[in-house]
Structure formats: structure tokens, C-alpha cells
């Protein structure tokens, strides 16, 4: 197994204006919430966590994660960039291309893609999440949980079927530090794209989408919409065509809201 994450490489790569790693914690995304309270915390602020006990990902579920997994949040204020800190519901569409664009190199051998609206998937596992968190005064915290090397073996047996590991696909384990450097630059070239209303990242959305022609079941409150998935639009919609038509998407979920299901790895 690599050296535990170096965060003298994490700092001299200049990635985060503030880096703080933890051999555990509850959750990197409760830890970053935490230190929003300090107005003099330099953001961005990245948290790294070698092992979790408490993690969450969308709609308040909890979730398991592997011994060997990248979860990290980052903290950071939109407006420090762009001047504005208006919700941009396309971020972890974003995030994820960029997650896409470091891993597939990485398993050239499995295809690797987006599964609305916040997931990647390599073959047919889930290998990461994300969560994107608004802060009341507009701040973001973005969580990522990536199964790098973990093993599927170590997974309750009912998540088995569903995930996969950079490990696992490629026989052997990864730096973590090196992997983490890719991923946070790639975040940035890409959120930069995202402001600029670049067309490539626009295009990304949908080229990467592994949803295409699957018939999907979104849940939108009391309402469940089943259609063919056409895709996803550059407003980061999800494409759904229905009896009634071509819908469009922008919020939902994929599973039944009563489904409290864990998954194999998720942002904190």
C-alpha cells in the first residue's frame, strides 16, 4: 500500500489555501461545516480523512465506506472567483467530469462515466459520489468519496454487485496523494469552464452520461416519472422520454424515497 497521504506534495501542488488531514473523523463534511464557523479560515480549505465513521451523502443517507478509500470535502466560496454565490445546480455534474477525466486513465480498460446526478460509475460499479452543500451565507462545501484502494471483498455483502474499486480494476493499489492532486486540479480547470459557460464541459455532461437509453424511474416528491434516458442537457437536466413526451429534470432521485440504501462510497 502507497504512503499515507503526503501533504507537503498537497501544498507545494497548490491545491487549497488550507489542508487539514485526520487519521479519522465522523465525516469530512460535518468537519468542514465546523470550520466554516471561523471567519479567518483560509478557503479554499481542503479535509482529508483516512478512515470515517459517520458518513452522508444526499437526502440524509448514511453510507458505508472502505478501508482504502479517497474521501475528502472542500470548502470554498464561488464568489472569490466569479462574484457570484448563486446555487449552480450543474456542480457536481462538473465535479464528477472532472473525477471522469483523472480516473479513466487510470482503468483504460473499463469505461468510465456520469450517472445522474451525482455519481461515476466504472463498468457496472459505482466508484465514487458526490455531494455538493450550500452554506446559508453562500458558501459551498464539496464532498467526494472515491473507491480507490479498497477491495469489494471488504463490502457488506448486499453492495457486492454494485461497486467498484480502482484496486480491484487494476490489481494493485494507488497513490493517494498523487490521485487527490489530479482530482482537485481537474475540479478547478473544469469549474472555471462551468462560469465561463464553456461549451466543452457543457457537451461533457452528456457525452459521459453511462444512463443513455436506460429506462430510469425518477421520484420528484409524491411523483414518480418512468422514461428512456435521452441524456443530460447543458443545463445539467436529466432527459427522460415519457408518454407525454420529452421531460426534463433538474432535481430527483433514482430510487424510491422510502429506500434507505447504502452505498459503497460517498462524500461526507
Known amino acids: 500500500m502507497p504512503a499515507r497521504i503526503d501533504t507537503s506534495r498537497l501544498i507545494a501542488a497548490g491545491i487549497a489555501a488550507s489542508i487539514e488531514h485526520f487519521d479519522e473523523l465522523p465525516s469530512t463534511q460535518d468537519w468542514a461545516r465546523q ?3 471561523d471567519a479567518e479560515c483560509p478557503l479554499p480549505l481542503l479535509v482529508i480523512a483516512d478512515r470515517q465513521s459517520a458518513g452522508r451523502g444526499r437526502q440524509g443517507n448514511s453510507w458505508w465506506t ?3 478509500s479517497l474521501a475528502f470535502s472542500l470548502l470554498f466560496d464561488p464568489g472569490a472567483t466569479n462574484g457570484s454565490r448563486r446555487i449552480e445546480p450543474r456542480l457536481a455534474l462538473a465535479v464528477g467530469v472532472a473525477i471522469v477525466d483523472s480516473v479513466a486513465p487510470r482503468i ?3 469505461p468510465v462515466g456520469l450517472h445522474w446526478p451525482n455519481d461515476i460509475y466504472a463498468g457496472a460499479g459505482k466508484l465514487a459520489g458526490i455531494l455538493v ?6 458558501r459551498h462545501i464539496l464532498g467526494v468519496g472515491l473507491n480507490s484502494n479498497s477491495l469489494t471483498a471488504d463490502a457488506p455483502a448486499e453492495l457486492r454487485g454494485q461497486i467498484a474499486t480502482l484496486r480491484d480494476l487494476t490489481g494493485r493499489p494507488h497513490d493517494h496523494t498523487q490521485l487527490l492532486i489530479d482530482v482537485l486540479k481537474g475540479i478547478a480547470i473544469r469549474l472555471r469552464q462551468l462560469v465561463a459557460e464553456d461549451s466543452a464541459i457543457l457537451d461533457a455532461f452528456d457525452a459521459m ?3 443513455h437509453g436506460q429506462t430510469l424511474t425518477l421520484y420528484v416528491g409524491d411523483r414518480a416519472v418512468t422514461g428512456r434516458c435521452a441524456g443530460i442537457g447543458p443545463d445539467g437536466a436529466l432527459l427522460l422520454d415519457t408518454p407525454n413526451g420529452r421531460e426534463r429534470f433538474l432535481a430527483g432521485t433514482l430510487r424510491p424515497p422510502s429506500r434507505q440504501a447504502k452505498s459503497a462510497t ?3
Open 35 to 37: 470550520r466554516a464557523a
Open 209 to 211: 452520461c453511462r444512463q
Open 108 to 110: 483504460p480498460s473499463q
Open 266 to 268: 460517498e462524500p461526507r
Open 66 to 68: 472502505g478501508e482504502g
Open 133 to 138: 452543500e450550500v452554506l446559508p451565507d453562500g
